[in-house]
């Protein structure tokens, strides 16, 4: 194997090792699809809390909870009414200092959610704003603008939502007229912040310190790439083929240079508190060195690597995104991330089997063309997760992933609760197929989730197999997997470690060292020799003797 040019360029040394972020496994949780103590059929903290164990038992170190604030749920928590409050939905703030104290005890830390984006148009802030008059105090708060034509009868620019349909609504005055208009590049019941507002500001300085004060161990930022938006709020139109975030190059809703100030502002706030507490961008953005800029030395710790997320099952195109990314992220002094599955994408044991793109955001369902095999996805999913747990940097886990679990497809139209579902009239499915109730255990209500039976999206018929009891312990399933990738990663130290690419592998073929640790991944059609002598230390599926199936990807040590 010949040494290739090793493009992490911080080391692994004792100073790094209480920088956690740097090399973490961390877990999502999405509270309302994860456990369920109260049977009500919506996930709660009680829940989360006494599932805690099995998550130390898979071997993560961190866990992200999606967003559990105080919000009317028109986009599953992600429209927040108060910032510094738990929803009844989920519990109380008692329970979640009990689930905070319960994830310390196991030795796991915790990010939570915060969207400063938008806010839910029943936050407090919002209604007022509404009772108020054009150019008021409240009304500054959010983009409220004067519409076009004679009569303002026309929004301020051309702009349409991400849900589908434009960005903007139209108020109706106290006195009855037709009034201003908000933005909001998600729901209408998402109003836009006016981030050059500083009142906005100091208000979000004052959140984070709730929850640093409360213990938590940072926080993952919705939309990080949103916030400012160009000056004078120009008319634009994606590229045809670009997608819901923006297209092609940064729309003039995303990836301005001014919101880099904020994250600034916040670093400095974290940096406040002892125990290194961390800030994770989520910003979707059309580069890895686009992304990069997130977590330059005084902003953001970790960036989402998006770009890596969406690669598809190619050799050639995973080879350069690995490159990029490990040239780009340490480029600034960060860690690289690898991420394949979230809350807003389809799950990647059906993505990557699946025979085009299908724009974020936009889902699949029963009348999608050419649905992918189950089992085709399930062995893709698992080759490129014994890939992604080798490489350098940190890497996030989705809840149910660890299970095998594929997209739930055949959702019924009347059950779904996407708001890109409504806005497009039916014409995407949206993102409730990654988002079902995960299972526990074969045999008993709604698979363990709780013991009513109730789930607020149904489960499919078909998931007892996926059942966390069903695959506990047993040699080949995906959980027993997922566990000893972990393991291992740990015990070898891959993630602090430095990547050499292999001499001459087949096109199809991604074959790279870290350390005493060998990674083969065959994406061809054809099984592939293995290097003689060498010992397995784990692999995503059964050999073929002496050589690697294809869809299939293993860890050697002495090849």
């Known amino acids: 194997m010949q040494t290739f040019p090793i493009f992490v360029i911080v080391p692994y040394s004792d100073a790094m090792t209480s920088q ?16 369920d103590a109260s049977g009500d059929g919506v996930g709660d903290l009680i829940g989360i809390t006494n599932r805690l164990d099995s998550l130390r038992d898979l071997g993560v170190d961190v866990v992200w909870l999606s967003p559990f604030m105080t919000s009317p749920q028109k986009d599953a928590g992600y429209d927040v009414a108060d910032y510094c409050d738990v929803d009844p939905i989920f519990g109380t703030l008692a329970d979640f200092d009990a689930m905070l104290a319960r994830a310390k005890e196991l030795d796991l830390r915790v990010i939570v959610d915060l969207v400063p984006n938008h806010s839910s148009d029943q936050h407090p802030w919002f209604q007022d704003a509404l009772a108020a008059v054009p150019g008021s105090r409240e009304r500054a708060r959010y983009m409220f603008r004067d519409g076009r034509g004679e009569g303002g009868e026309e929004p301020p620019n051309n702009w349409q939502s991400l849900f589908g349909g434009p960005a903007w609504t ?11 208009w908000y933005l909001h590049l998600f729901d209408a019941s998402q109003p836009d912040f006016d981030w050059s507002n500083e009142e906005v500001r100091e208000e979000f300085r004052r959140i984070l310190r709730f929850w640093l004060d409360r213990g938590v161990d940072g926080f993952r930022v919705d939309v990080a790439h949103g916030l400012v938006k160009r000056d004078g709020l120009p008319d634009y139109t994606p590229p045809e083929d670009g997608d819901s975030m923006g297209g092609i190059e940064p729309a003039p809703y995303f990836g301005q240079d001014g919101v ?51 690669t598809r099952w190619n050799a050639g195109d995973l080879r350069e995104v690995i490159i990029d990314s490990l040239r780009a992220f340490p480029d600034v002094g960060a860690p ?8 807003d994408v389809i799950r990647h044991t059906t993505r990557l089997a699946l025979p085009a793109d299908v724009p974020q955001g936009h889902g699949i369902g029963p009348k999608t063309p050419d649905l992918p095999d189950t089992a085709v996805g399930l062995h893709r999913g698992r080759a490129a997760t014994t890939l992604m747990l080798a490489l350098p940097g940190s890497a996030y886990l989705y809840q149910g992933e660890e299970l095998g ?16 579902w409504f806005r497009h009239n039916g014409e995407r499915y949206g993102r409730d197929g990654c988002r079902v109730p995960i299972p526990w255990e074969a045999g008993v209500p709604a698979y363990g989730f709780n013991r009513t039976g109730e789930t ?14 069903r ?9 027993e997997l997922y566990r000893t990738l972990l393991r291992l990663r740990r015990e070898f130290g891959l993630a602090s470690g430095e990547l050499e690419w292999a001499e001459a592998a087949p096109d199809d073929v991604v074959t790279f060292r870290v350390g005493e640790v060998t ?14 002598g060498a010992d397995v230390l784990v692999s995503s599926g059964p050999l073929d003797g002496g050589a690697l199936p294809n869809d299939t990807a293993v860890w050697l040590r002495g090849a």
Not at 170 to 180: I, M, P
């Open 20 to 35: 956690w972020w740097r090399s973490a496994v961390i877990y999502q949780i999405y509270p309302r699809s994860f456990a």
């Open 170 to 180: 139209r108020v109706t005055e106290a006195d009855g007229t037709q009034g201003q």
């Open 260 to 310: 880099h100030d904020v994250y600034r502002d916040w670093r400095k706030v974290l940096d406040e508190y002892d125990g290194e507490r961390a800030l994770c961008a989520e910003a979707w953005m059309p580069t890895v060195d686009e992304i990069a800029k997130w977590v330059r030395p005084d902003e953001m710790h970790q960036a989402f690597n998006f770009a890596y997320a969406m």
């Open 336 to 343: 690289a991330t690898w991420v394949l599955s979230n809350h």
């Open 405 to 420: 679990l594929p997209e739930a497809v055949d959702l019924p139209d009347d059950a779904r609760q996407d708001p890109t």
């Open 456 to 469: 607020w999206l149904p489960q499919p018929d078909d998931w007892a197999e996926y059942a966390r009891d």
């Open 471 to 479: 695959q506990a312990g047993v040699e080949g399933s995906t959980l």
């Open 519 to 532: 990674v083969i991944a065959n994406l061809g059609e054809q099984a592939v020799p293995l290097p003689q």
